[in-house]
């Protein structure tokens, strides 16, 4: 059964950073992708970032130049360095892992973080 745990959240001042980590086990396939999402209350999951075949990065606008994401291979990671942190960027931050068996793909979600930024 695969399993992702998140790390990292919690409450930052403006202009602060935070570093977000998850972690996956439990999978015998490939990860085609990973990514981060997040949720603000009374608003729709949106895209933070993703990060595609182990090179291909993907950010939305808002967090450009101010989010980076990264891997670690070994230890089925992906992190979201946040610096320059915002409150518009407060909300619940999910990992996203995309495995990949014999061109079918599975989507796995980490149990949600919360993240704070006050002004």
Same mark, same amino acid.
Not at 31 to 47: H, T
Not at 99 to 118: E, P, R
């Given at each position: 059964?695969v399993?992702?745990?998140?790390?990292?959240?919690?409450?930052? %001042? *403006?202009? /602060?950073?935070? @570093?977000?980590?998850?972690?996956?086990?439990? $999978?015998?396939?490939?990860? &085609?992708?990973?990514g981060?999402?997040? %949720? *603000?209350? /009374?608003?729709? @999951?949106e895209?933070?970032a993703?990060?595609? $075949?182990?090179?291909?990065? &993907?950010?939305?606008?808002?967090v450009?130049?101010?989010?980076?994401?990264? @891997?670690?291979?070994?230890?089925?990671?992906?992190?979201?360095?946040?610096?320059?942190?915002?409150?518009?960027d407060?909300?619940?931050?999910?990992?996203?892992?995309?495995?990949?068996?014999?061109?079918?793909?599975?989507?796995?979600?980490g149990?949600?973080i919360?993240?704070?930024?006050?002004?």
């Amino acid at each position: 059964q695969v399993q992702l745990v998140e790390s990292g959240g919690g409450l930052v %001042q *403006a202009g /602060g950073s935070l @570093r977000l980590s998850c972690a996956a086990s439990g $999978s015998r396939f490939s990860i &085609n992708a990973m990514g981060w999402y997040r %949720q *603000a209350p /009374g608003k729709q @999951r949106e895209l933070v970032a993703t990060l595609t $075949s182990g090179v291909t990065t &993907n950010y939305a606008d808002s967090v450009k130049g101010r989010f980076t994401i990264s @891997r670690d291979n070994a230890k089925n990671a992906v992190y979201l360095q946040m610096n320059r942190l915002k409150p518009e960027d407060t909300a619940v931050y999910y990992c996203n892992f995309q495995f990949l068996n014999w061109g079918a793909k599975y989507d796995y979600w980490g149990q949600g973080i919360q993240v704070t930024v006050s002004s």
